[in-house]
T-cell receptor, first 113, second 114 residues
Framework: AQSVAQPEDQVNVAEGNPLTVKCTYS??????LFWYVQYPNRGLQFLLK??????LVKGSYGFEAEFNKSQTSFHLKKPSALVSDSALYFC???????????FGAGTTVTVRA | DTAVSQTPKYLVTQMGNDKSIKCEQN?????MYWYKQDSKKFLKIMFS???????INETVPNRFSPKSPDKAHLNLHINSLELGDSAVYFC?????????????FGSGTQLSVL
């Protein structure tokens, strides 16, 4: 079985400050990890993914995420947040060989000017 | 051109009615999905088709019936609608059915059952 947890419902940061959105996962095999972002009244958009290789993954809009196998985490980060980063962020995981992509409950990010 | 398009965007209907949501992707992808997002924004997969073949069928009531006439289309028909069916339904596609594939989502269909 696979699952993903996003421990924070909401994250609030000031513009220009670093942004971190936390994610931990559970899989029986090797994980494929993803981050998606959802703006109001829109579908989800892909940000980045970890498949294998370098633990630090860079994605769209200046976001990056670090895969930590020992802590089973895949936290999303951005060094300097923008107001336009305010959205709902989803972490997702697939176990290798599984077709299903399981999503976390989402974290609402609010960046204040 | 919209990559993954769903119609209608909004659907308001009475309990007991039958309704359909259509989805089309022009990306040439082999795999398509239906996800349900509830009022708390939780996303759950319902179905997945790969090249018109059903590969994922979660524990969804059999009132929900997906149909894939070709690999570019995946429609969702819902019979005898219930209040609990109210949600946003997202169609998505991916190039292949592999575990490392990213998904491309439509903009969603907001279903309200009265």
């Amino acid at each position: 079985a696979q699952s993903v947890a996003q421990p924070e419902d909401q994250v609030n940061v000031a513009e220009g400050n670093p942004l971190t959105v936390k994610c931990t996962y559970s899989v029986s095999g090797n994980p494929y990890l993803f981050w998606y972002v959802q703006y109001p009244n829109r579908g989800l958009q892909f940000l980045l993914k970890y498949i294998t290789g370098d633990n630090l993954v860079k994605g769209s809009y200046g976001f990056e995420a670090e895969f930590n196998k020992s802590q089973t985490s895949f936290h999303l980060k951005k060094p300097s947040a923008l107001v336009s980063d305010s959205a709902l962020y989803f972490c997702a995981v697939r176990d290798m060989g599984d077709y299903k992509l399981s999503f976390g409950a989402g974290t609402t990010v609010t960046v204040r000017a | 051109d919209t990559a993954v398009s769903q119609t209608p965007k909004y659907l308001v209907t009475q309990m007991g009615n039958d309704k359909s949501i259509k989805c089309e992707q022009n990306l040439g992808h082999d795999t398509m999905y239906w996800y349900k997002q509830d009022s708390k924004k939780f996303l759950k997969i319902m179905f997945s088709y790969n090249n018109k073949e059903l590969i994922i069928n979660e524990t969804v009531p059999n009132r929900f019936s997906p149909k894939s006439p070709d690999k570019a289309h995946l429609n969702l028909h819902i019979n005898s609608l219930e209040l609990g069916d109210s949600a946003v339904y997202f169609c998505a596609s991916s190039p292949l059915q592999g575990a490392n594939e990213k998904l491309f989502f439509g903009s969603g269909t907001q279903l309200s059952v009265l």
